[in-house]
């Protein structure tokens, strides 16, 4: 394990594997720190300086190939693609909405896994929502991605890859960890990928620029929290128990109860943000009973609410709130301490809602009767 002083913390980085790596496969660079890639020239006989070079085509510059680092020598060039590959892979697929919102499938691993990630421009904004596992064991009742199963986590070279790959990738103001998968539960590599992205010689970006979600994973949401000065966004949909449980298997293990406990011993007042995703389902979730519910919770908290539009996916025996529902619901919770917004629907027109166009490829030909919408997440950073 490597350690490394990143935004005033100390993380601990796990040794990086790739999902369903082959031992035979060429090792991916993109997803090693700048002590990693010195370890790797000085395997290989380089000099030291050679490391810091490589870092800076793959992060700074955004190279796909060795072939491209001119500054190194074309017998080092050649030594090192024996062994190693950059480790980008371009999207298989990309489906674009009307509202300029992008829903981009990438490859991950080498065992014909795709992962979805989503683009959303909006005006001189432009956030990307990428993903961190394949398949999730959240199982919660409202996700598609759930409902494909748990087939691996991402390593950070496939996190990476989906920011780095991007044709858009110059364009981003934000990236929300808000696709498929459940980031504390594949928290090493979630935390390599945002090390990189805010560390001085890789993308240099501010943690503000990064949001990363969960429902509550005891343990690991301390460590996150502990260790990242990313955004924290939490899988509210219910402040009931019993209700939540229902929706959120997850409730079991840590209920939103020690959810909340736990982020009133952390400082939300100043750069890192902290907010509660609550997807509204009509008669199910969005009384004055739970909006009581929420207030209680989350009093005195420094938080804000984003209300989520829900459109039907298949099999769910969920439905969306009516617009005056959700209104009356952000006006409570406003009024009563708790700064609560609607977000805008985005991409309604293709299956952009996490899991809906990666399960449409693997039911070949298949159709659905519904189709769900991407939120706007683009009010996430700051």
């Known amino acids: 394990m490597i350690n490394c002083k990143l935004q005033e913390k100390s993380v601990t980085l796990q040794p990086i594997f790739p999902l369903f790596m082959d031992s035979k496969e060429k090792l991916p660079l993109l997803g090693l720190t700048a002590d990693e890639l010195k370890e790797v020239v000085g395997s290989l ?46 999207a298989i697929m990309v489906q674009t909405s009307v509202d300029g919102t992008r829903k981009y499938l990438f490859p991950a691993g080498t065992a014909n896994a795709t992962v979805e990630t989503v683009f959303i421009p909006d005006g001189d904004r432009a956030t990307l929502c990428v993903s961190c596992q394949v398949g999730c064991k959240m199982n919660c009742l409202f996700c598609q991605t759930g409902k494909q199963g748990f087939e691996g986590h991402l390593s ?101 109860e020690d959810v909340v406990a736990l982020l009133r011993q952390y400082d939300f007042s100043h750069q890192r943000r902290l907010s509660f995703e609550y997807i509204v389902f009509g008669g199910v979730n969005d009384t004055l009973d739970h909006a009581k519910a929420i207030v209680r919770l989350l009093a005195g908290l420094e938080c804000r609410i984003n209300l989520i539009r829900f459109h039907q996916i298949p099999d769910v025996p969920l439905h969306g709130a009516e617009d005056r529902k959700m209104e009356q619901l952000r006006d409570y ?46 009010d996430h950073s700051e």
């Not at 985005?346 to 899991?355: E, F, H, L, V």
Request: hydrophobic letters at 35%; charged letters at 25%; proline letters at 3%.
């Open 45 to 90: 006989g380089m000099p030291a300086f050679t490391g810091k070079q490589i870092a800076g085509w793959i992060y700074e510059k955004g190279v796909a190939s060795i072939d491209e680092m001119t500054n190194i020598s074309k017998k080092n060039r050649e030594l090192l693609a024996e062994r190693y590959t950059v480790g980008r892979r371009d």
């Open 156 to 256: 950070a070279t496939d996190i990476l890859n989906q920011i780095y790959s991007l044709p858009e990738r110059d364009l981003l103001t934000n990236i929300v960890f808000m696709g498929q998968g459940e980031p504390m539960d594949n928290l090493d590599n979630v935390l390599r990928a945002t090390s990189l992205l805010t560390a001085d010689y890789g993308w240099a970006w501010s943690p503000k620029r990064i949001t990363v979600s969960s429902v509550g994973v005891k343990n690991k949401l301390k460590r996150f929290l502990d260790e990242s000065q990313c955004h924290v966004a939490i899988s509210l949909h219910s402040p009931i128990h019993e209700q939540r449980m229902e929706l959120m298997p997850a409730e079991k293990a840590m209920s939103i």
């Open 333 to 378: 919770l406003t009024a009563h301490g708790v700064f609560t917004t609607i977000r805008a629907s985005r991409g309604q027109d293709i299956y952009a809602a996490c899991g809906l166009l990666n399960t449409k490829r693997k039911q070949d030909n298949s159709e659905y009767s519904a189709h769900s919408d991407y939120s706007d997440y683009s």
